[in-house]
């Protein structure tokens, strides 16, 4: 078994500067596809000033520097906030993107799916809700891959039944015949108790081999500062392999078709704020 691409693996690059100085000014979350010789890339852009702005949805020839062909902004989703897309290439050619929305005024997420049949349409294309979660379950962050005409889905799962307990997290796993009704099958991967993913574990990116990154925390203090763990595919769920492999959170991986990854992630600077990097992994 190869060795799994890791942030740190090679030289980064800055995709997206992070939109301001301090704590709480962060971009990131990216999920990235294949894009007709090049790759597109969806990412989240969140302001101290507005929580979860918008989600971004982008085209690079290169794999580094983008340009923006849709913005999906949190008003038009009635939503408090948005994180972590899922971009997806439809087997007919066509797009669709997972955006999970935060309810006002509560700590419940839900899962919308747009599709439209090129990248730039996504921004005014009609949404319909795919996981609802529910009132005691808030769903985000999902992963999405397609594999011999079946649809897979890694999704972060909060349970709500404990107030002030709703950051910790796990993953289940879904999947579907056509992206939109998805039969669930538990959860996967959960945090370890007394080690580094205690408070949770949640999917970031799955290899065709059944590997995946996941984030992970140890309290509900190093909430939005997760560490990147690996796991791998064990008995119809993911094992973790042992110790945090980087300091980001939100890793993607790209296998290109040339051979090879391009990584992207989210990583932490001094000042508390977040950049978009890159890394091509020969």
Not at 16 to 26: E, K
Not at 208 to 215: I, T, V
Not at 231 to 246: F, H, I, Y
Request: aromatic share 8%.
């Amino acid at each position: 078994m190869t060795t799994f691409p890791v942030p740190g693996s090679a030289t980064p690059s800055v995709v997206v500067p992070a939109p301001g100085q301090g704590f709480g000014q962060w971009v990131g979350a990216p999920s990235a596809a294949l894009h007709d010789g090049g790759i597109a890339l969806a990412y989240r852009v969140r302001r101290v000033e507005q929580r979860g702005a918008a989600v971004v949805v982008a085209s690079s020839v290169d794999g580094v520097r983008f340009h923006t062909v849709a913005t999906l902004d949190k008003d038009r989703f009635g939503a408090e906030s948005l994180e972590r897309p899922a971009l997806v290439r439809r087997p007919d050619g066509g797009w669709r993107i997972y955006v999970c929305c935060a309810t006002p005024n509560s700590k419940h997420w839900w899962i919308d799916a747009l599709d439209a049949d090129d990248l730039a349409s996504l921004e005014t294309a009609e949404r319909s809700t795919v996981f609802s979660g529910s009132a005691d379950l808030g769903v985000k962050d999902p992963v999405v891959r397609i594999v011999d005409d079946t649809w897979h889905a890694w999704i972060c799962c909060h349970p709500l039944d404990i107030v002030d307990a709703e950051d910790r997290m796990t993953t289940a796993y879904a999947t579907s015949d056509d992206g939109l009704a998805w039969t669930w099958h538990g959860t996967v991967l959960a945090g370890r108790e007394g080690q580094w993913d205690a408070r949770g574990a949640r999917v970031t990116a799955v290899l065709p081999d059944g590997r995946a990154a996941y984030d992970g925390r140890a309290t509900a203090e190093e909430n939005f500062d997760e560490r990147t763990g690996i796991a791998r595919a064990e008995n119809g769920t993911l094992r973790s392999e042992g110790e945090p492999v980087a300091a980001v959170r939100y890793l993607d991986v790209l296998p290109l078709p040339g051979g090879g990854y391009r990584l992207y992630y989210e990583a932490p600077l001094p000042d508390g704020s977040h950049e978009l990097r890159t890394e091509l992994i020969p």
